[in-house]
């Protein structure tokens, strides 16, 4: 059997302040919470067994995932505290990972391309890995001459790859797996006072596990505003047989996902614009943007934006990134 864990129980320090009332895997991109974009993934490539650890508006996540998949996956919610790092995350889950045979680890805010099937069905361990232009701020794994994984290290200050860990890691070997969490976690944490997974993976190569590692398409680690809107941009492009949406003296330029219970006049929408439920938009022209449930904007010319729930902006032009429950006047 399979497993797949999520962590999920991050504070989301870089998307604040929407993430002061939200989770950050609850953000909807393209329509759809980031969290189920990575369910919707999984379960199309098979897997039925989910771990979710949560710490952070936690009960938000499990409310969520009831709601959204009682009847279609097997779950589990482990709680991280304190949080201190995905390697302490990971251990907090260990018996649940002692169940299975093998395990799909995915970070709860990271959207990928990548042939699942055949990730999951790696007769090695193996991890997704992408070029990025600044490694300093990720994860960054070095290679063999075979594409084997020698060494992971954690935001290195002088990196010796550009390869990311993306977020995506298959364990077939849970017993040396399970060992290297229960060293890491008896050892120190490191300077920033976390138990970190790379040097779980370093003792595993020393044990002798061979982690092999293959490039994904795409890569979004939704941490920040700009990657949020990334992500909705391709994922609305990527979308069939769009509704044909009508409202009162409105131009609707695709792509764009707009939810039921919403209401539009006199206004431009799109192209890549992600509206959740119940908005109102009046007298705007809003592009390559995200809006939250029940928000609100009157007299508007909005892009490149996010924009929480229950958010009202009136009266001006701006490129904003404000949080749920926030009340914007320009004119004031």
């Known amino acids: 059997m399979i497993k797949a864990v999520i962590p999920v129980a991050g504070v989301g320090t870089r998307l604040r302040p929407h993430t002061h009332t939200q989770p950050k895997p609850l953000i909807p991109v393209a329509g759809v919470p980031i969290l189920g974009h990575i369910i919707d993934n999984l379960m199309a490539a098979g897997i039925r067994d989910f771990v979710f650890i949560i710490g952070h508006l936690g009960e938000k996540i499990e409310a969520f995932v009831e709601e959204r998949y009682a009847e279609k996956i097997n779950f589990e919610f482990v709680v991280q ?15 649940e990972i002692r169940k299975a045979d093998e395990v799909l680890i995915v970070l709860g805010d990271t959207i990928f391309d990548v042939d699942l099937v055949s990730f999951i069905n790696s007769r090695e361990s193996i991890v997704g890995v992408q070029e990025v232009v600044d490694p300093r701020n990720f994860g960054v794994a070095i290679l063999d001459e075979e594409g084997y994984l020698l060494k992971a290290v954690e935001k290195p200050k002088i990196p010796k790859s550009n390869l990311a860990l993306v977020g995506v890691y298959k364990i077939r070997e849970i017993g040396v797996f399970l060992k290297s969490l229960d060293q890491l976690l008896a050892g120190e944490p490191s300077d920033t006072g976390e138990y970190h997974l790379t040097e779980a993976f370093r003792t595993m190569i020393s044990l002798g596990v061979k982690i092999r590692s293959t490039r994904v398409d795409n890569w979004f680690d939704c941490g920040k505003k700009e990657t949020l809107l990334e ?27 707009i939810s039921p219970g919403t209401t539009i006049e006199n206004s431009i929408i799109g192209p890549f614009v992600s509206i959740d439920e119940n908005t109102i938009i009046r007298n705007s022209i809003v592009k390559n943007s995200i809006l939250g449930a029940y928000s609100s904007l009157d007299a508007i010319v909005l892009q490149n934006s996010v924009i929480g729930s229950d958010a009202s902006l009136r009266g001006h032009s701006h490129s904003v990134n404000i949080g749920d429950n926030t009340e914007i006047d320009f004119n004031d």
């Not at 505290?81 to 018996?95: D, F, M, Q, T, Y």
């Not at 391709?234 to 044909?244: A, G, H, K, V, W």
């Not at 009508?246 to 330029?253: E, G, R, S």
């Open 81 to 95: 505290s304190p949080r201190i790092g995905l390697g302490h995350a990971l251990w907090s889950a260990k018996e």
């Open 231 to 257: 992500a909705n941009r391709i994922l609305l492009e990527r979308i069939e047989n769009s509704p044909e949406y009508k409202f009162v003296n409105t131009v609707i330029l695709p792509p764009v996902q």
